[in-house]
């Protein structure tokens, strides 16, 4: 497959997209209130959130 390096980095790249995103999403909450934009970022904060837990819990090869 790739290298457990490779992997590494692609999830820490996708863990710091996913905090910058959440961050963002938090300060336009601050700024203009819970907007319905607003909760559908949540909810697509949320799933990429799940998706790296899951990506990292379970590494491939691993069955």
Known sequence: ?????????????????????????????????VTVLVVCSFVVVALLGMALWGAANNPPGKQ
């Open 1 to 33: 497959m790739g290298s457990p390096g490779l992997r590494t980095v692609a999830l820490a790249v996708g863990v710091v997209f996913v905090v910058g995103f959440f961050g963002m999403t938090l300060y336009v909450a601050a700024r203009d209130g």
